[in-house]
């Protein structure tokens, strides 16, 4: 059990009906076999045994028509369990953006997550960009960033966003850049973005993850899992492996997590 209070920034929940197809989807994504089961009671069991206190939680509809429905369930997963903090999701073709804005907004979301490589859209199309103005200053974005198989989400075209949305505040998973993590020190690193360190710890050595930890800035590091990918003692294994201090611990796994949700 661990000595801090672990708030996990990367964890996706789905219905009964479709969880296994979903949690299969996602394996066969990545070529990765999945570890968890992907239901909110797996979640909760897998986490509190391996210490986590609080769960952000959240699924990208890779169709518009799925983002109501995703929406629905994840605000009631919320409602259900005070451990989780529900970032809903959000489709940069739907109609009635607004709309779907104001409705989660009122239902206690407390940020947008995107997919682009699931949901097949470029992070800078004109289109996206009229989502992240339709959020600006009322939610924060969650992002998946970056594969060196694909350029939707790539660290160049978040950039860009960072650039054109000064205030809004963004998350980029997985150190900025799934296996891209040299472009994401070419354009992320040392900016105003957040990242989280889910996915990632399996592939960088332990000193290159704290290298670059250092020279974006520990205040902007989140602790995150990406459950089901991973069970949550597998991760945290990674992560204590990591040569950092007592205090760089307790930003990681609690404090910045904290400031950012006003915890």
Known sequence: ????????????????????????????????????????????????????????????????????????????QAQLHPEFIPFATLHPFMENLEAEVEHILSQGVRGIKLHPD??????????????????????????????????????????????????????????????????????????????DTSSSLFKLTPREAVDMMHDHGMEKMLYGTDYPMWTHEEELGRFNALPLTEEERRMVFHGNAARLLGL
């Open 1 to 76: 059990m661990q000595q801090y209070q672990i708030i996990d920034f990367h964890n996706h929940i789905f219905p009964g009906k479709i969880v296994h197809k979903a949690v299969d989807a996602i394996g066969a994504f990545y070529s990765i076999g999945m570890e968890g089961v992907g239901s909110p009671e797996d979640l909760l069991s897998d986490g509190k045994k391996a210490g986590i206190s609080c769960f952000v939680v959240h699924s990208a509809a890779t169709t518009p028509a799925q983002v109501q429905s995703i929406n629905r369930f994840i605000c009631e």
């Open 118 to 195: 699931f949901q097949q859209f470029n992070l800078d199309d004109p289109k996206a960009m009229e989502l992240y103005r339709a959020i600006d200053g009322e939610a924060m974005l969650l992002l998946h960033a970056g594969d060196e198989t694909r350029d939707y989400s790539s660290p160049r075209r978040l950039a860009k966003i960072l650039d054109a949305f000064p205030d809004l505040t963004v998350i980029a998973a997985h150190f900025g850049g799934y296996s891209a993590w040299e472009d994401s020190r070419k354009y992320l690193v040392g900016r105003k973005v957040y990242f």
